[in-house]
């Protein structure tokens, strides 16, 4: 799939990785705290913290409003068991 990201002001590479594996886990509630641990390292919480911030940056005014509503749930309603809060 691919996106189109808006020319500034530009998100990181890292960020990047970050908000292309929350739209991926989307579908299925969001990412276990297994997961997120493996891929970027930190804990379940502070992903949706660094998320959160993302999602409520300029940098992604340009995504999707039913996208971003759907990954805004993931940050404050996250799958059983995930690990999130």
């Known amino acids: 799939m691919t996106r189109t990201w808006p020319a500034r002001p530009a998100l990181s590479s890292d960020e990047r990785l970050l908000v292309d594996f929350a739209i991926r ?3 299925y ?3 276990s705290a297994a ?3 493996v891929e970027f ?3 379940p919480q502070r992903y949706g913290q660094v998320l ?3 999602l409520n940056s300029p ?3 340009a995504l999707d ?3 971003r509503r759907r990954l805004h749930a993931q940050c ?3 799958r059983p068991g995930s690990g999130f809060l």
């Open 29 to 31: 509630g969001g990412p």
């Open 65 to 67: 409003p039913a996208l």
């Open 59 to 61: 940098t992604l005014a």
């Open 76 to 78: 404050t309603s996250p």
């Open 25 to 27: 886990w989307c579908p």
């Open 41 to 43: 390292g930190m804990t």
């Open 52 to 54: 959160e911030s993302l």
């Open 35 to 37: 997961d997120i641990l």
